[in-house]
């Protein structure tokens, strides 16, 4: 089937939620993408933040193939020895103690939601608490994680949504102090903001929130679907920070393409859910599970985290020299393989332009290009992205 074909047929079968940009992708190797008439991609999209080990990695199909031939699907009535290997790996990599695996990240966010309500539930004997998130950010777009999501644009068309959440500024302690009341359970945050515009969070202020909660006896929700699993240069951002939340919530690069996320928590946050209180069909399942275990082994085998390091230093340079190179660039933000540059104006004629070039680039906002591509990438990967921006500018 062509191009033009295909997406004509698309356009009549799927729901029209998305602007999808007007290529057909067929498959991936390394740090390439090619459509199905063989044009050839350099990706730093990564599936948004997703395929951390890029395509193809033959370790990580070989274990989904083996896993395959095995059980992919058993309910969570029962145990099964990838699921118990991957929390285990997971409370390792984040100094949780206990694990819920789910198939998304706005499920997770819907886990840690609900978690945080049990906690407090159990604690006063009453209904009726609030979250504190913040402005700008973003959690996922089911009807709970829309409620926890700091942007109006994504809330107002399905509000009236679950309520029980008010926002307050990011990197603004007193903000956030001046919305607490008796019925705060919770504050969530993201230790650097995605689609709100690549907001990395101060120091001071994740350690406000740490000591807020301490003393109120509240928890402390980090969302580290995007910037979690190494993309920032720790296995979690909020490691980068020395600051330890309650409950995360992480998905995206967990699996590495296959869909799945997890919320983990400390003992204290856990023990607030009882038999009945959560559940999932399918998370946790040993197909998921399994692709979440190699992830792990291959961060670990293929010192990924060492790699962010080195070259998030080498992307940080270039993106600076292309914003004291052209003055329709305001700046840059972002931390480790999570970047962005902020324009004066539009950028979607970049991405469209980059795309002619052989280059896939996504928008974080109207006037922002967000960098997050495959943790693999090298120095002559960013090289060649930056050659191709040039040519554009």
Same mark, same amino acid.
Request: charged share 25%.
């Given at each position: 089937?062509?191009?033009?074909?295909?997406?004509?047929?698309?356009?009549?079968?799927?729901?029209?939620?998305?602007?999808?940009?007007?290529?057909?992708?067929?498959?991936?190797?390394?740090?390439?993408?090619?459509?199905?008439?063989?044009?050839?991609?350099?990706?730093?999209?990564?599936?948004?933040?997703?395929? /951390?080990?890029?395509?193809?990695?033959?370790?990580?199909?070989?274990?989904?193939?083996?896993?395959?031939?095995?059980?992919?699907?058993?309910?969570?009535?029962?145990?099964?020895?990838?699921?118990?290997?991957?929390?285990?790996?997971?409370?390792?990599?984040? @100094?949780?103690?206990?694990?819920?695996?789910?198939?998304?990240?706005?499920?997770?966010?819907?886990?840690?939601?609900?978690?945080?309500?049990?906690?407090?539930?159990?604690?006063?004997?009453?209904?009726?608490?609030?979250?504190?998130?913040?402005?700008?950010?973003?959690?996922?777009?089911?009807?709970?994680?829309?409620?926890?999501?700091?942007?109006?644009?994504?809330?107002?068309?399905?509000?009236?949504?679950?309520?029980?959440?008010?926002?307050?500024?990011?990197?603004?302690?007193?903000?956030?102090?001046?919305?607490?009341?008796?019925?705060?359970? /919770?504050?969530?945050?993201?230790?650097?903001?995605?689609?709100? *515009?690549?907001?990395?969070?101060?120091?001071?202020?994740?350690? *406000?929130?740490?000591?807020?909660?301490?003393?109120?006896?509240?928890?402390?929700?980090?969302?580290?679907?995007?910037?979690?699993?190494?993309?920032?240069?720790?296995?979690?951002?909020?490691?980068?920070?020395?600051?330890?939340?309650?409950?995360?919530?992480?998905?995206?690069?967990?699996?590495?393409?296959?869909?799945? @996320?997890?919320?983990?928590?400390?003992?204290?946050?856990?023990?607030?859910?009882?038999?009945?209180?959560?559940?999932?069909?399918?998370?946790?399942?040993?197909?998921?599970?399994?692709?979440?275990?190699?992830?792990?082994?291959?961060?670990?085998?293929?010192?990924?985290?060492?790699? $962010?390091?080195?070259?998030?230093?080498?992307?940080?340079?270039?993106?600076?020299?292309?914003?004291?190179?052209?003055?329709?660039?305001?700046?840059?933000?972002?931390?480790?393989?999570?970047?962005?540059?902020?324009?004066?104006?539009?950028?979607?004629?970049?991405?469209?332009?980059?795309?002619?070039?052989?280059?896939?680039?996504?928008? /974080?906002?109207?006037?922002?290009?967000?960098? $997050?591509?495959?943790?693999?990438?090298?120095?002559?990967? $960013?090289?060649?992205?930056?050659?191709?921006?040039?040519?554009?500018?």
């Amino acid at each position: 089937m062509e191009t033009q074909e295909l997406i004509e047929k698309a356009e009549q079968l799927l729901m029209h939620t998305y602007s999808r940009y007007q290529i057909v992708l067929d498959k991936g190797e390394g740090v390439y993408l090619y459509d199905i008439g063989g044009k050839k991609y350099l990706d730093f999209a990564a599936g948004i933040a997703v395929f /951390a080990l890029g395509y193809g990695n033959k370790e990580y199909n070989d274990a989904l193939k083996k896993q395959i031939d095995k059980l992919l699907h058993t309910s969570n009535y029962y145990y099964n020895v990838p699921a118990v290997t991957a929390a285990e790996k997971l409370r390792k990599a984040s @100094g949780m103690d206990r694990v819920f695996f789910t198939n998304s990240g706005t499920e997770a966010i819907e886990g840690a939601v609900k978690l945080a309500r049990k906690y407090y539930y159990n604690k006063n004997h009453q209904t009726g608490s609030e979250i504190i998130s913040m402005n700008r950010s973003f959690h996922g777009r089911s009807m709970g994680a829309l409620s926890v999501t700091g942007q109006p644009k994504y809330r107002e068309a399905f509000e009236p949504l679950i309520g029980g959440a008010v926002f307050a500024d990011f990197n603004d302690i007193n903000s956030v102090k001046a919305k607490i009341t008796d019925k705060t359970c /919770a504050i969530i945050a993201e230790p650097v903001q995605g689609e709100g *515009g690549l907001y990395p969070a101060e120091k001071e202020f994740l350690l *406000g929130l740490r000591e807020l909660c301490d003393e109120l006896d509240i928890l402390l929700i980090f969302d580290e679907i995007q910037c979690g699993m190494g993309r920032t240069g720790t296995m979690f951002a909020y490691q980068g920070y020395g600051v330890k939340p309650d409950i995360i919530a992480c998905a995206k690069a967990l699996g590495c393409g296959v869909p799945v @996320g997890a919320f983990a928590a400390t003992e204290k946050a856990a023990a607030a859910f009882e038999p009945g209180d959560h559940g999932t069909t399918y998370g946790g399942n040993p197909f998921a599970a399994a692709a979440v275990s190699k992830v792990f082994d291959l961060f670990e085998s293929e010192c990924l985290l060492a790699h $962010v390091n080195e070259i998030a230093s080498y992307l940080e340079l270039k993106l600076d020299e292309l914003v004291g190179k052209y003055d329709f660039i305001l700046e840059r933000r972002g931390k480790g393989l999570m970047q962005g540059l902020e324009f004066k104006g539009p950028v979607k004629d970049y991405i469209l332009r980059a795309m002619d070039e052989g280059l896939i680039i996504i928008a /974080a906002g109207a006037n922002i290009i967000r960098f $997050v591509p495959p943790l693999i990438i090298t120095k002559e990967h $960013v090289d060649d992205m930056i050659s191709i921006l040039e040519s554009i500018f």
